[in-house]
């Protein structure tokens, strides 16, 4: 059977706010992420139901330290490289840049940084995969503008785009412009640093933030292109294919309405227009988006190269208000699927779901797909040495390498590569724990804080270092 194709992309993927610590180093600034806590009071603080714009002696912040990524990334980049890695999936931390987001010039440090990091990169020929912004605002401008529920938030994002794109146009070509930007629906505060108070039209303050997030998404494209012609542009999704809970049509029927839900963000990152759908579910839903009269162009005008995704699970949907048994420690409601094993967080392990959503996707946009996050994440038991038999880990990565195998070699989808998500340990974003781990690489450190940050190699680590050198073949 025809395997990976030349060339393909096999990495791993991280978030600056879940791995890089230092927050406030060198220069940085306060961000969304920086203020959101462990603890009982992380889901409502996400949702931006509970409004948390400072730091307190009460709670225990994840982001502060992580794992210390901007001290460790020399080592940690090594050991990627030690496993073949092509590329690394990281982000930028907004607030290293901008410090308050609306700054007459850049941090001089905080460029200087990411120089670092590409370079650490380049030396062993890893490819960076940026996302401009994963799960992150500056804490000035939600103060000021109520973060993306303003216009005036374009502006910012496309100097932080310009200033990067200037900077690296020489190290980087591979660009995602909103890490999940479906996620602003769920889990709004994490997502679009948006807060709400009594009474707010929650809906259309969503949907014009998500106005927004597009409309500088489509800008950054327009930028990226003027800079350099040669880099390459992705959206990025939270997918994972909805099923319908039985074969009723009004089942079917809500899995395709649950599925828009997502696509849309796509449609029109990817296609350039609102997709008619939406336009008559924010008429239906009395939802109010403000657009300008230049917009529909831009969108047209600035569509993306590639569409890259996470997948973790599939979701399973229901038109009965009585079926309601949605499965727990999910960010995305979804019923429990008998046919299906769980993670011990509750999240659905469905391999073929992948390829699945591979062929949608690749069906509705005809464009490369690049899986940017997947994975198990699962508690380690290290022995004294930190080694950890993650053979639950190898046997959920191995089949869903399986699975994308068969996406391309027997569906055609023309897929560019695969970074496994947390490919050293980092802080979960849905818990800000620490004991939810994805790693090939340990890091010795747990929930409270305690440990001394010593990296080492799970048992995983020599499998996935042999399935790259054998490009897919050894599983
Ligand atoms: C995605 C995010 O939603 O899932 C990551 O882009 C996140 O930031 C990942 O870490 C896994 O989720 P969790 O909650 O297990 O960390």
């Given at each position: ?469 054998s490009n897919g073949t050894t599983l």
């Open positions: 059977m025809k395997q990976f194709p030349e060339g393909f992309l096999w990495g791993g993927a991280t978030a600056a706010n879940q791995c890089e610590g230092a927050y406030l180093a060198d220069g940085k600034g306060l961000s969304t992420v920086d203020v959101i806590p462990a603890g009982k009071d992380r889901f409502p603080v996400m949702l931006g139901e509970l409004k948390m714009l400072s730091c307190d002696e009460a709670h225990q912040y994840p982001s502060h330290e992580a794992i210390d990524f901007y001290h460790h990334y020399k080592e940690d980049i090594a050991l990627f490289a030690e496993m073949g890695f092509k590329t690394f999936r990281m982000s930028i931390s907004w607030t290293r840049i901008f410090p308050n987001g609306d700054d007459p010039t850049p941090n001089e440090a905080g460029l200087k940084f990411y120089d670092d990091v590409f370079d650490e990169c380049l030396k062993y020929g890893i490819e960076p995969l940026v996302t401009i912004t994963h799960f992150d605002v500056p804490i000035h401008l939600v103060e000021t503008l109520g973060s993306w529920r303003s216009r005036e938030m374009i502006v910012h994002y496309e100097r932080l785009c310009e200033v990067l794109f200037e900077r690296y146009k020489n190290k980087v070509t591979y660009w995602l412009t909103f890490n999940e930007i479906n996620m602003l629906l769920h889990l709004p505060f994490m997502g679009a640093g948006l807060l709400f108070e009594e009474g707010d039209d929650v809906l259309s303050i969503k949907y014009q933030a998500a106005h927004h997030q597009l409309m500088a998404s489509a800008l950054a494209t327009k930028i990226a292109k003027r800079i350099n012609p040669n880099f390459k542009i992705g959206c990025m999704l939270a997918a994972g294919v909805t099923y319908a809970n039985t074969c009723a049509p009004e089942d079917a029927f809500k899995a395709m309405t649950k599925e828009r839900e997502s696509y849309f963000f796509i449609d029109v990152q990817s296609r350039g227009e609102y997709p008619n759908y939406a336009l008559k579910m924010m008429e239906n839903e009395g939802i109010h988006v403000q657009m300008e009269p230049e917009d529909a162009q831009i969108l047209k005008e600035n569509t993306v190269d590639f569409i890259s995704f996470s997948y973790y699970a599939s979701r399973l949907t229901s038109a009965d208000p009585k079926v309601n048994a949605t499965t727990e420690g999910n960010v995305f409601a979804s019923l429990k699927n008998p046919y299906l094993k769980a993670s011990e967080w509750g999240w659905q392990i469905d391999p073929l779901g992948l390829r699945t959503t591979l062929n949608m996707l690749y069906d509705r946009y005809q464009k490369p797909l690049f899986i940017v996050e997947n994975g198990l994440g699962a508690v380690d038991m290290p022995d004294e040495n930190g080694y950890v038999e993650d053979d639950y880990r190898i046997d959920y990565l191995r089949a869903h390498v399986q699975a994308m195998r068969d996406a391309i070699a027997l569906d055609g989808v023309d897929l560019m590569g695969y970074t496994p998500w947390g490919c050293i340990d980092l802080v979960s974003a849905s818990t800000g724990e620490m004991k939810k781990r994805y790693g090939f690489i340990y890091v010795d450190k747990d929930n409270e804080g305690n440990g001394t940050l010593k990296r080492s190699k799970k048992k995983s680590f020599e499998w996935y270092k042999n399935v790259i050198n």
